[in-house]
């Protein structure tokens, strides 16, 4: 098989904070999140779509909350990881798609901002990156403005 499927999903509650990380960008927010790193959805739902395609379990087997050294950590650590356990197995990102589901923030108006971050840490064109949003129309934890989710899939191809 020269091609590799994956797919990861992310919620975190929202707490004390004014700010969001998306996708490695800081989105203005009324609210922060509760987590142990800096608590990116679009990341760490990336990330668990890239280990599984690799079939390497998922992002808290390789960075255990538990673990003081991702205390608040940069999610794109984690995003650099999961890439070179890829590059040395010999694939590479074909493309992604992630969609955040919240009521608020809007992620539309930061969404090439965030494409060209995770782009640029995955070593890929922009055009590999889609960022896609949704509300859950006020129904369920994301429609009460209680956290916020993110679906990712990813094709990994052969270097
Ligand atoms: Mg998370």
Request: proline share 4%; hydrophobic share 45%; net charge negative.
């Amino acid at each position: 098989m020269d091609i590799r499927i994956g797919h990861g999903f992310d919620v975190h509650a929202f707490g004390e904070g004014d700010h969001l990380m998306l996708g490695g960008v800081r989105v203005p927010h009324a609210r922060g999140v509760q987590a142990h790193s800096d608590g990116d959805v679009v990341i760490h739902a990336l990330c668990d779509a890239m280990l599984g395609a690799l079939a390497l379990g998922d992002i808290g087997g390789h960075f255990p909350p538990s673990d003081p050294r991702w205390k608040g950590a940069d999610s794109r650590v984690f995003l650099r990881h999961c890439a070179a356990l890829a590059g040395e197995r010999g694939w590479t990102l074909g493309n992604a798609d992630v969609t955040v589901v919240c009521e608020r923030p809007k992620v539309g108006p930061h969404a090439e901002a965030m494409r060209d971050v995770l782009a640029r840490e995955l070593g890929v064109g922009i055009d590999a990156v889609s960022i896609k949003a949704t509300t859950t129309e006020t129904l369920g934890f994301a429609g009460r403005g209680e956290g916020i989710a993110a679906h990712a899939v990813c094709l990994l191809v052969r270097a």
